[in-house]
């Protein structure tokens, strides 16, 4: 039997002592579920399947890691480097039961890494591929690209050619990963 998710409980439940963190979560959160809806409602239109009930719970809850990292910025003091806010949120979840929705926080990190990126970059992470391979783990990967939680641009919705600039940083085939997405969620 599928255990029942309410993300709001469940942040509430691991930022109860932490509002400043909550709020941005949330509000973070919120913008990527709208998108991440946005394009799954365009998808089954054209005749996909997407579970939107899922797809909206798991994009709330996919930075729920963040405060197990050491990230000063986002008012979060634990121990991980920000980094590892995918793999912590990953524990949570499977803490609460909830297998599929941790599978999206382990691979949402970029457009998601390879165990040979994480290998190769000595990266603060298990070596093995951590990539989106669901549809519903795409498409939060790809809407999560557009905002950032950093003071900065915070609740702005980044350009694509924001994202590809930030993405080149680590390599083509990131970019190009990204423009197929783009075609595939968001073609106009």
């Known amino acids: 039997m ?18 400043q963190a909550r709020k ?12 991440a809806l946005s394009i799954g409602r365009y998808l089954q239109n054209l005749g996909a399947t997407v579970d939107v009930k899922f797809l909206a719970e798991a994009a709330m809850l996919h ?26 949120g990953k524990e949570i979840l499977e803490a609460e039961g909830l ?20 290998s190769k ?14 549809l519903e783990e795409q ?16 609740n702005r919705e980044k350009t694509r050619e924001e994202v590809r600039d930030k993405l080149a940083k680590y390599g083509k085939g990131k970019v190009k990963i990204f423009d197929q997405w783009c075609k595939k969620f968001e073609p106009t």
């Open 2 to 19: 599928k255990k029942s998710c309410h993300p709001i409980s469940i942040i509430n439940k691991y930022y109860s002592k932490n509002l």
């Open 99 to 118: 297998f599929k929705h941790a599978r999206v926080c382990e691979r949402h990190i970029g457009i998601g890494l390879t165990a040979q990126e994480i």
């Open 63 to 88: 930075d729920i890691g963040m405060i197990m990292t050491d990230t000063p910025d986002l008012h979060c003091h634990g121990t991980g480097d920000y980094l590892q806010h995918g793999i912590r």
């Open 24 to 35: 941005i979560l949330l509000d973070h959160s919120r913008l990527v579920t709208r998108k």
């Open 139 to 154: 498409i939060i990967c790809y809407a999560d690209l557009f905002y950032s939680k950093g003071i900065k641009n915070r």
């Open 121 to 134: 970059k000595k990266l603060p992470l298990p070596v093995l591929d951590m990539c989106p391979e669901t």
